[in-house]
């Protein structure tokens, strides 16, 4: 089992920034590979950012050079730093482990960009 507990959302004014913490516990290694996703009322939840046990990462198109993701092996946790953040980015933000072949999600944190 994998727990996953997100914290660092609220509301941010365009153009500002946030930095979204996961700490994970339980089954979960510096091998296994994290990542954030999100959910914008009445979408789908799309994937945000992957990292891999390895560091390798991956952003979607309309992140990418905006957003950073890292992790901190020796605390567990997963960090996702939101730069230029933009009102189509407001969405809740979802944490998500992979541990042998299972997909661990966290509670989500909601993220609001408005003026």
């Known amino acids: 089992q994998v727990q996953l507990v997100e914290s660092g959302g609220g509301l941010v004014q365009p153009g500002g920034s946030l930095r979204l913490s996961c700490a994970a516990s339980?089954?979960?290694?510096?091998?296994?590979?994290m990542g954030w996703s999100r959910q914008a009322p009445g979408k789908q939840r799309d994937l945000v950012a992957f990292?891999?046990?390895?560091?390798?990462?991956n952003y979607a198109d309309s992140v990418a050079g905006r957003f950073t993701i890292s992790r901190d092996n020796a605390k567990n946790t997963v960090y996702l730093q939101m730069n230029s953040l933009k009102p189509e980015d407001t969405a809740v933000y979802y944490c998500?482990?992979?541990?042998?072949?299972?997909?661990?999600w966290g509670q989500g944190t909601q993220v609001t960009v408005s003026s």
């Open positions: 990292i891999s046990g390895g560091g390798r990462t």
């Open positions: 339980g089954s979960i290694f510096s091998s296994n590979d």
């Open positions: 998500y482990a992979v541990s042998r072949g299972v997909v661990y």
